[in-house]
């Protein structure tokens, strides 16, 4: 049976996971084996315990406890269900809360680079993206648009940032990702068998369209961050460096734009 609480305190301290804690206080680096993140939304915290994510709390405007956030909180088993009215619940958070619901979840452990990529043929590699909304736009492409996974350098912002997890739509629990080592991460994608394909603007570059790089057996796929584009060195490593022919004279496109092209012509095959 549920636990519904309503929140007449606005400093309990069961209430700082929602209110006050920041996304570093969440991730606990120190001890990562403790680290939180928040779901928001019932279509990503549905995905969230459809990948097996466990509940801690659940914080929901007072008129879905018995409507859209019914099934939700009976799939969370026992725990505090906190509940107040709409305007009550905005003052809390300081803005307005997606779809009336937050839920609290404990981290799920991080799987290895060998783990997520064992039977993928097709993955996208993001270095040093760090804005969460690129990180959880392009993982949305990933999941749409035929990637197998995702890894990211650790110069990345995290995929578990509440903003990354919305923009993503929950793909976040859907796509397996993982964080690659630093450095040497080229190297471990190519002893993985992969090919590297980048993305980025350069004097020798083939296209997208490349037959014999749609062709690949396995390809990875790189990304770079938004203002700088992807490393010197990550480049001239790479088995290809490719690009996204445009018209008028555009040269480039926003990370998440460019992931979804590419992920669309190079992941299907």
């Known amino acids: 049976m549920p636990n519904i609480i ?115 043929r097709r993955v996208a590699v993001l270095e040093n993206v760090v804005n969460p909304t690129n990180v959880g736009a392009i993982i949305r492409s990933a999941a749409a648009m035929f990637m197998d996974a995702v890894l990211l350098t650790p110069g990345c912002s995290d995929p578990l940032y509440r903003r990354a997890i919305r923009v993503s739509m929950g793909t976040v629990f859907q796509v397996p990702w993982t964080f690659l080592d630093d450095p040497g991460w080229m190297e471990q994608l190519k002893s993985f068998g992969f090919r590297t394909a980048s993305m980025a603007l350069a004097d020798e570059t083939v296209s997208i369209e490349n037959e014999h790089l749609r062709a690949e057996e396995k390809l990875a796929v790189i990304l770079g961050s938004e203002g700088e584009g992807l490393n010197p060195d990550t480049i001239s490593s790479s088995d290809y460096v490719v690009r996204i022919p445009m018209a008028h004279g555009i040269d480039s496109l926003n990370v998440a734009a460019a992931s979804a092209v590419a992920f669309w012509e190079l992941g299907k095959n």
């Open 6 to 120: 309503e929140i007449t305190d606005f400093n309990a301290p069961e209430l700082d996971v929602y209110a006050r804690l920041s996304e570093g206080q969440l991730l606990n680096r120190h001890e990562p084996e403790k680290g939180i993140f928040i779901a928001e939304s019932p279509k990503v915290i549905e995905r969230a315990l459809d990948a097996g994510c466990v509940p801690i709390s659940f914080l929901a405007e007072d008129r879905h406890i018995e409507t859209q956030a019914k099934e939700l909180i009976h799939r969370c088993g026992d725990i505090p269900v906190y509940t107040a009215p709409f305007d009550v619940l905005t003052r809390l958070t300081g803005f307005k809360l997606t779809r009336g619901m937050l839920c609290a979840m404990h981290r799920p452990k991080l799987l290895s680079a060998e783990e997520v990529c064992r039977n993928a």
